[in-house]
């Protein structure tokens, strides 16, 4: 056998023995570029409306605002699983609990 043969049939052998490499598509939990503009765009209207402080006055100015708040707003920024465990393997947190109060209608 000729040598260029046998250094065709390696390198046809070694090809279809590895798989091929993944070029396409996005790393898993990446955050596309337009996500992030919105986000971006979002949060500075939020800061030009007011930010903090103007947030807190709309929930105030009406009992389905708070609710609103309590209920969709704030829980966005809690985490969606709470995990690890303690010492011994206890869990860290028992309970979670979120109360809404009607204010004093003073």
Same mark, same amino acid.
């Given at each position: 056998?000729?040598?260029?043969?046998? %250094? $065709?049939?390696?390198? %046809?052998?070694?090809?279809?023995?590895?798989?091929?490499?993944? !070029?396409?598509?996005?790393?898993?939990?990446?955050?596309?570029?337009? !996500?992030?503009? &919105?986000? +971006?765009?979002?949060?500075?209207?939020?800061?030009?409306?007011?930010?903090?402080?103007?947030?807190?006055?709309?929930?105030?100015?009406?009992? !389905? /605002?708070?609710?609103?708040?309590? !209920?969709?707003?704030?829980? $966005?920024?809690? @985490?969606?699983? &709470?995990?690890?465990?303690?010492? /011994?393997?206890?869990?860290?947190?028992? +309970?979670?609990?979120?109360?809404? &109060?009607? @204010? /004093?209608? +003073?």
């Amino acid at each position: 056998m000729s040598e260029s043969k046998i %250094v $065709k049939a390696a390198a %046809v052998s070694e090809m279809a023995a590895k798989p091929a490499a993944k !070029t396409r598509g996005r790393p898993k939990k990446a955050v596309s570029q337009s !996500t992030l503009t &919105v986000r +971006d765009a979002i949060a500075k209207a939020g800061e030009e409306l007011g930010g903090a402080l103007r947030l807190a006055q709309w929930a105030r100015e009406d009992p !389905t /605002n708070e609710k609103a708040f309590w !209920t969709v707003l704030y829980l $966005k920024i809690l @985490p969606l699983q &709470v995990s690890g465990a303690g010492e /011994n393997g206890e869990h860290l947190i028992s +309970d979670i609990a979120i109360k809404l &109060v009607k @204010p /004093n209608a +003073d």
